[in-house]
């Protein structure tokens, strides 16, 4: 009878052949490895007789040797205990992979285990939602049979388990215990914002927030210029060493046009956190120059323009961003939704309404983000709409007006109001919290990871 060293016998007679015919990959390992020393002792020997059997009639020349050092990786099957015989693998989803595969892989050889994640409802929603990069672990006996599978869910901050329970097998969802470390970045623009921050591989969830931040300060469509240069703090969370996702971004500074901007995240005691610049001082304005990221300007505030639909001289009361159909439109500042419905020649419209006299609106838009409605609470910086061809348009752009006391004035040029600075407690609060990112930032600034040709 097979000895199973203390394992149950295999439940079918499928199981039972694989095994018969399967050596356990330790034994392998030394097959092949006696193999190989008696392979080298013939070698050895022949070398030998070769030696003592043909004398050297000339002085040999000289050779070079040459050594050559090569870094292999560290293997991927780890003992998890000392003669427990259960190793853990760790594998990832290529492009042509099937559950088979994978399974294979894994060293998992376990028909229980095949059957199980193929007929369960879970698992197979698991297998259907797996893609390239995706990391899968297993916990497999000395003889290939399973006792744990972990699948990440990417965007679910979850790991869905598969493991032995009995004589059978359950699965579940489980929340991963991420963890958070400091990265730092650098990069120099040589086309775009986004081309340099891929080049440095740089999250574009980062990019977006170092957007956000400086916005006020900097029109990301104009101002940007070949060689300003960008550096970056931030969190990146992880679940057993592997990148899970970006987290917030904790110091920036980006020189654009030979002007220095720095900006350090700030959480006091008490009250939200936010951003401040070196001196202490809130980098928040009351208002974002522009509500769409990464676009142009294709017409401005005039008091006279030629309307392509209506063939005739009117004024243009706001500012038009050329923008893909669908893009996002940002909510410029904290504000409550007054208007959020089709509207004339406006099409698709928000009005948000603004601290004391101010307020703004966005029309064409190809429709509402969720939740937006009268009465609707919005953040600066949050997504209200997406950029659409309602109206009187004729193609995809938004259009965006600055009113001052229900008149629009030219928000590209008109003095937008600061938010209020830090007092005196917190601003020591900040000095000090910010002494180790201040470090890191310098670190990051004096190496460009990023150079766009």
């Known amino acids: 009878m097979l000895d199973y060293g203390g394992l149950s016998p295999p439940a079918n007679g499928y199981e039972e052949s694989r095994i018969l015919t399967h050596s356990s990959p330790t034994i392998d390992r030394l097959r092949r490895h006696r193999w190989a020393a008696t392979a080298l002792g013939a070698a050895s020997?022949?070398?030998?007789?070769?030696?003592?059997?043909?004398?050297?009639?000339?002085d040999r020349p000289d050779v070079a040797?040459?050594?050559?050092?090569?870094?292999?990786?560290?293997?991927?099957?780890?003992?998890?205990?000392?003669?427990?015989?259960?190793?853990?693998?760790?594998?990832?989803?290529?492009?042509?992979?099937?559950?088979?595969s994978l399974m294979n892989r894994l060293g998992i050889y376990d028909g229980e285990a095949m059957r199980f994640i193929r007929s369960n409802r879970q698992t197979r929603e698991m297998a259907r939602r797996l893609r390239p990069?995706?990391?899968?672990?297993?916990?497999?006996?000395?003889?290939?049979?399973?006792?744990?599978?972990?699948?990440?869910?990417?965007?679910?901050?979850?790991?869905?388990?598969?493991?032995?329970?009995?004589?059978?097998?359950?699965?579940?969802?489980?929340?991963?215990?991420?963890?958070?470390?400091?990265?730092?970045?650098?990069g120099e623009i040589r086309q775009s914002l986004f081309a340099a921050t891929d080049d440095a591989d740089i999250p574009d969830a980062i990019a977006m927030q170092m957007v956000a931040i400086f916005g006020s300060e900097v029109d990301f469509h104009r101002d940007l210029r070949k060689g300003d240069r960008f550096s970056l703090v931030y969190e990146a969370l992880t679940y057993h060493g592997q990148t899970v996702r970006s987290g917030r971004l904790l110091a920036a500074e980006l020189v654009n046009d030979g002007n220095v901007l720095q900006a350090y995240w700030f959480a006091p005691e008490e009250g939200e956190g936010d951003y401040c610049a070196a001196d202490g001082s809130s980098l928040r304005k009351a208002f974002l120059r522009s509500p769409v990221?990464?676009?142009?300007?294709?017409?401005?505030?005039?008091?006279?323009?030629?309307?392509?639909i209506l063939r005739r001289w009117r004024a243009h009361k706001g500012v038009d961003y050329a923008a893909p159909r669908g893009a996002g439109v940002l909510a410029?500042?904290?504000?409550?939704?007054?208007?959020?419905?089709?509207?004339?020649?406006?099409?698709?419209?928000?009005?948000?309404q603004h601290q004391g006299t101010y307020s703004t609106?966005?029309?064409?838009?190809?429709?509402?983000?969720?939740?937006?409605?009268?009465?609707?609470?919005?953040?600066?910086?949050?997504?209200?709409g997406y950029v659409g061809q309602s109206g009187l348009a004729t193609g995809p752009h938004l259009h965006y007006e600055f009113r001052v006391k229900n008149k629009p004035v030219n928000p590209l040029t008109i003095a937008l109001p600061i938010a209020r600075p830090l007092d005196g407690?917190?601003?020591?609060?900040?000095?000090?919290?910010?002494?180790?990112?201040?470090?890191?930032?310098?670190?990051?600034?004096?190496v460009t990871l990023a150079a766009i040709d």
């Open 45 to 58: 020997l022949l070398g030998m007789v070769a030696a003592f059997a043909v004398a050297p009639t000339t």
């Open 65 to 100: 040797l040459t050594t050559v050092i090569e870094k292999l990786p560290p293997p991927a099957t780890t003992l998890l205990e000392a003669g427990s015989n259960i190793y853990l693998r760790e594998e990832r989803v290529r492009r042509s992979d099937t559950v088979a």
């Open 133 to 186: 990069g995706n990391t899968l672990s297993a916990k497999v006996g000395a003889w290939g049979e399973l006792h744990a599978l972990y699948v990440e869910r990417p965007g679910k901050d979850a790991i869905m388990v598969v493991e032995r329970s009995g004589s059978g097998f359950v699965a579940h969802e489980q929340a991963m215990q991420l963890e958070k470390r400091t990265v730092i970045k650098s």
């Open 293 to 308: 990221e990464f676009s142009r300007v294709t017409s401005g505030f005039s008091g006279a323009r030629y309307h392509p």
């Open 332 to 352: 410029v500042a904290d504000g409550v939704v007054a208007t959020a419905g089709r509207q004339n020649g406006y099409g698709n419209l928000i009005v948000i």
């Open 361 to 384: 609106a966005y029309g064409h838009l190809k429709g509402f983000a969720k939740g937006i409605r009268k009465g609707a609470r919005v953040r600066q910086g949050e997504t209200i």
């Open 425 to 446: 407690r917190r601003l020591a609060q900040f000095k000090a919290s910010s002494q180790t990112l201040r470090k890191q930032l310098t670190m990051a600034s004096k």
